[in-house]
């Protein structure tokens, strides 16, 4: 058990370019979160899979990001066309459910950090 | 809808003191209760979770938080604070209505000084 990696850690894009990220869960893991936090937040939901499956957005979540897991285990999270409220830490978790509704610990990557110029 | 609030964004204790972090919860349905640490550049690290059991809940590096729902509140505390406990620390909430997602506070940092 590696923990959840994430890649890459530090990002900077010019505002309008596209930027992918990366993020490997816990091998076993059947659950992964996208969350967003910003200075002197809390984290922000994003989205979540559950195993390939991509089963709830958040309304905040603007038609210019986009998540996959393709093959239930890893996970990118595309923002296209970058704009500078989009600099953020985005972090990635990835937790074990064993009930379809349950309260499952998550743990987290030590995340990206995107700044948009 | 629910929701978490920490009151403080930055407390300061000198080593040795106790450490209590404030969290309370406004929830109409049972809650699951969470506290994280974050440590500078890393990510996220449960510290304990309260899931309907034994009230006080005892967690890592020492830390522990009692379930009070009569207060609708979960504070962390630890006895006696070292230089090593400096970060940040995030209470969250989950239930049914959020469709067991994390709700989070806004954080506090806690400063330890010599």
């Known amino acids: 058990d590696t923990g959840v990696s994430q890649d890459p850690r530090h990002k900077i894009t010019k505002r309008g370019q596209n930027v992918t990220f990366r993020c490997d869960p816990i091998s076993e893991h059947n659950r992964l979160y996208w969350y967003r936090q910003t200075l002197g937040q809390g984290p922000e939901f994003l989205t979540y899979f559950q195993n390939e499956a991509q089963l709830e957005k958040s309304r905040l979540l603007s038609d210019r990001f986009s998540a996959e897991r393709p093959k239930g285990s890893f996970s990118t999270l595309e923002i296209q066309r970058t704009e500078q409220g989009d600099s953020a830490m985005y972090l990635c978790?990835?937790?074990?459910?064993?009930?379809?509704?349950?309260?499952?610990?998550?743990?987290f990557g030590p995340g990206t950090r995107l700044t948009v110029l | 809808a629910q929701s978490v609030t920490q009151l403080g964004s930055h407390v300061s204790v000198s080593e040795g003191a106790l450490v209590l972090l404030r969290c309370n919860y406004s929830?109409?349905?049972?809650?699951?209760l969470f506290w994280y640490v974050q440590y500078p550049n890393q990510g996220l690290q449960l510290l304990l979770k309260?899931?309907?059991?034994a009230t006080l809940v005892k967690g890592i590096n020492g830390f522990e938080a009692e379930f009070k729902k009569s207060e609708t509140s979960f504070h962390l505390t630890k006895p006696s604070a070292h230089m090593s406990d400096a970060a940040e620390y995030f209470c969250?909430?989950?239930?049914?209505?959020?469709?067991?997602?994390?709700?989070w506070g806004a954080g506090t940092k806690l400063i330890i000084k010599p």
């Open positions: 309260y899931t309907s059991a």
């Open positions: 969250a909430v989950s239930t049914m209505d959020s469709n067991y997602q994390l709700i």
């Open positions: 978790a990835s937790s074990l459910s064993l009930a379809p509704r349950s309260t499952d610990t998550q743990y």
């Open positions: 929830s109409s349905v049972p809650p699951y």
